[in-house]
Every structure is written in structure tokens, then in C-alpha cells.
């Protein structure tokens, strides 16, 4: 009797000891931060700028006269295009399979329309002092081309890329954003050049209505829309009028910009419905997001500097840095370089 006391109480003590270590691993845990997954950076000598996602651990950057595609976590890079011109603007395309270069050599500026391959596609030079481009995310060959010239007089024109056609605007407008396949907005001249009324135009019924009166800024994103509105009180705040999703107003501080007023650097993570904004926090900034189901703001990255951001694919990442040089994980706040004086995990 006394030997099988013995052997139970040495079985117990066995079970007990094979079942801490899992019981340690599940108190102590692996912490969001330290299971991030790590960047490979690059080296100042190898890359200028950060221009955006590809997908969601492939960026591209410029450097050298070439555009270069790279993953992040493994290092691996690639050479998509090479011009004698600066490369001035990228743009990436909706669903990330057609890319826009813009670049300026002698005077004039070109546009260049290539897939993800490098195989270019469609390409236009312009005699501009500045051009401006509103790449329709729902038709990604199509866009509206704004013309400067050194006076800032500007010529809006409508571009079928895939028809290689090319024609004045029916709406003279030098900044506007796509709603819809065939419709975009814009602000139209107020009584003061701080705010005008907000209209959308329809090319295929050729009709123009008004959307809002007193409007400051306008954007959009796919599934998101936007318009902002100065409020009556001293405090520097904006109403900002999501009308996609969902029907939302919230309030956020305005910047001054260009002798106006305008939303702090913003982004918007489409997967989660989620808008990323700047807010000032004494002499720095945090960066929160706000949710556009529960309308709720959690503060992301604290004490910072305000700076562009881009948010990635999935929403798990934010490129940021005025070269996009950076790279914040939007779950721990957790901010890494891109770009280093020294190539090295």
C-alpha cells in the first residue's frame, strides 16, 4: 500500500513538472513588440526616397534615377525603371498592379504608366511648370491632368490611358478627387478663398450638382469620403463629414497650410475603416485613429513628430517621414527605419 502511495505521489509530481513550463510560458507570454517581425533597412547610399506599398511587405523607392522595388523582411530588391529624368511623384494604383511615375527632365514632364513588371504601358510629355495628377482609383486608366504654368495659370485635362486620349476638361478645376467610375468632386470659388461650395460632376450624364456649402478640404479614398468645414469657434478645430462608410462628423484641430486652413497629415486603412490623423499634444503630436463604426479615437503613437504617413494593405503598418524613411507598426507603436546611415538588420 505504502509502495503505490509512493508511485502515485511520484506520477503527480511528474505531471505537475512537465505542465509548468507551459503554464511559465503562458504567464510570462511573448510580448506584440518583441514578436515583431523584423526589417531589413537600406542604406542611404542605396535608397533617396520611400515612395509606397506594393503589397503588404513590398515598398518601392527611388534612387539614382531608378525605381527599385523591395521587400522589406527579406531584403530582396529589383529595378522596375531607369530614366535620365528626376523622378518626381509615384503613385500606385488601387489594387497595386499598374504604377504612375511622373518625371521631369529639360523643361518638360512626362508621365509613365507601367504594371508591377516595369513594362510601361502608356506615357505623355507635357511642357508644365507644375503638373498635377487625380489617378481615378476605380478606372486606373483614367485621370485628371492639371497644367501649370509659371503664373499658376492651369489647364485641366481628362486622359483614357488605355485609348491613349487626351482632351480638355469639361470641368476647369485644378484640384479634384474620384467618388465613383465617372464621377469626381472638387470646391468650387467661394466668397472667400478659404472655403467654396463642394460640387461632383458626372461624365457620362455630363451634370454638375452641389454636394456642401463652406467647405475648406475635400478628399476621398476608395470606400471613403470626405469634407471639411471650419467651425465657428476659436479653438482651431474642424468639422470633418465622412459621408462614406457611413455618415459621420467628428471633430479634429486644423494646420495652417498655404495661408489656410487645412486637416493635420491623415491616412486611411480601408480594411478596418479606420482614419489616421495628427493631433497636437503641447509641442508635439500623437498620432490616433479613429474608428468610423464605434466613432471612438485611440492614441497610437505618442510625443511624435507630425509627418506624412501611408498605410499599408492590411492596415498593420504605416509608412512615415517626409521621405518615408520610417516604418510604424500601427498595432504597438513600435517605429523602425527604413532608410539608415548603415545596411544591417
Not at 503664373?151 to 485644378?174: E, H, R
Not at 494646420?255 to 497636437?280: L, N, V
Request: glycine share 6%; hydrophobic share 30%; aromatic share 12%.
Amino acid at each position: 500500500m505504502r509502495y503505490l502511495v509512493c508511485v502515485l505521489l511520484s506520477a503527480l509530481v511528474l505531471c505537475l513538472a512537465a505542465c509548468e513550463p507551459s503554464h511559465q510560458q503562458q504567464d510570462t507570454g511573448v510580448s506584440a513588440k518583441s514578436a515583431e517581425q523584423k526589417i531589413v533597412p537600406l542604406s542611404k547610399k542605396e535608397a533617396e526616397k520611400t515612395e509606397g506599398w506594393l503589397d503588404n511587405r513590398t515598398i518601392l523607392y527611388t534612387a539614382h534615377h531608378q525605381l527599385m522595388k523591395y521587400d522589406l523582411f527579406s531584403g530582396k530588391s529589383e529595378r522596375l525603371y531607369e530614366t535620365k529624368g528626376n523622378i518626381v511623384n509615384v503613385k500606385i494604383s488601387r489594387k497595386k498592379q499598374l504604377i504612375l511615375i511622373q518625371v521631369t527632365s529639360s523643361g518638360q514632364t512626362e508621365l509613365v504608366l507601367m504594371n508591377k513588371q516595369g513594362k510601361r504601358l502608356y506615357h505623355k510629355a507635357f511642357n508644365s511648370y507644375e503638373l498635377e495628377t487625380a489617378w481615378n482609383p476605380y478606372d486606373p486608366y483614367q485621370m485628371m491632368i492639371t497644367v501649370f504654368t509659371e503664373t499658376w495659370d492651369f489647364t485641366a485635362y481628362t486622359a483614357d490611358m488605355n485609348n491613349g486620349i487626351l482632351k480638355k476638361s469639361p470641368v476647369q478645376a485644378p484640384f479634384v478627387h474620384w467618388t465613383s467610375t465617372d464621377e469626381f468632386q472638387y470646391i468650387k470659388q467661394g466668397k472667400t478663398e478659404e472655403e467654396g461650395p463642394l460640387y461632383s460632376y458626372d461624365l457620362q450624364t455630363k451634370k454638375e450638382k452641389r454636394v456642401l456649402h463652406h467647405v475648406i478640404w475635400a478628399d476621398s479614398r476608395p470606400g471613403m469620403t470626405i469634407a471639411v468645414r471650419q467651425t465657428d469657434q476659436s479653438d482651431g478645430d474642424g468639422e470633418f463629414l465622412f459621408q462614406k462608410p457611413a455618415s459621420v462628423t467628428h471633430r479634429f484641430p486644423l494646420q495652417e497650410k498655404y495661408q489656410s486652413f487645412a486637416p493635420m497629415e491623415y491616412d486611411y486603412d480601408q480594411t478596418h475603416k479606420r482614419f489616421y490623423i495628427f493631433k497636437p499634444e503641447g509641442r508635439s503630436y500623437n498620432l490616433i485613429s479613429f474608428d468610423l463604426g464605434d466613432e471612438r479615437e485611440r492614441t497610437v503613437l505618442k510625443n511624435t513628430e507630425m509627418e506624412p504617413i501611408q498605410i499599408s494593405p492590411n492596415g498593420e503598418y504605416a509608412l512615415y517621414g517626409f521621405t518615408y524613411d520610417r516604418l510604424i507598426s500601427l498595432k504597438t507603436g513600435m517605429t523602425e527605419p527604413i532608410i539608415t546611415n548603415e545596411k544591417g538588420v
